[in-house]
């Protein structure tokens, strides 16, 4: 059964940097597609980037590009979003979910058809 936990949030200033973290468990993650999600008050949660776990094929919301970069590192089954310039619309709830490789389809969207969800790390920026 794939497991995954999200860390790093916090407060933080407005144009500051941070990291998240999220750690994955499995048998093999191998066929599977890892994203990054989030939710703000009162918003739909939406995707924000996805990244294969095998062979590391990556995809950003365009509105994300350039201010975000998913990784991930395999040896210690860890999954990264860095996130630059951070805004106070950036304040959300940030969510890791894994999935099958069917999940692509649903990267750019609310998440639905990831079966696997951490409990969230919520990132607040003040401006």
């Known amino acids: 059964q794939v497991q995954v936990m999200e860390s790093g949030g916090g407060l933080v200033q407005a144009g500051e940097s941070v990291r998240l973290s999220c750690t994955a468990s499995?048998?093999?993650?191998?066929?599977?597609?890892m994203g990054w999600f989030r939710q703000a008050p009162g918003k739909e949660r939406e995707g924000m980037s996805c990244?294969?776990?095998?062979?590391?094929?990556?995809w950003y919301k365009d509105a994300l590009k350039g201010r975000v970069t998913i990784s991930r590192d395999k040896s210690k089954n860890m999954l990264y979003l860095e996130m630059n310039d951070l805004k106070p619309e950036d304040t959300a709830m940030y969510y890791c979910?894994?999935?099958?490789?069917?999940?692509?389809?649903?990267?750019?969207?609310?998440?639905?058809?990831?079966?696997?969800w951490g409990q969230g790390t919520q990132v607040t920026v003040s401006s």
């Open positions: 979910a894994a999935g099958r490789s069917f999940a692509w389809a649903y990267c750019s969207g609310s998440g639905h058809g990831f079966a696997h």
């Open positions: 499995g048998p093999t993650l191998d066929d599977y597609v």
């Open positions: 990244i294969s776990w095998e062979g590391g094929s990556a």
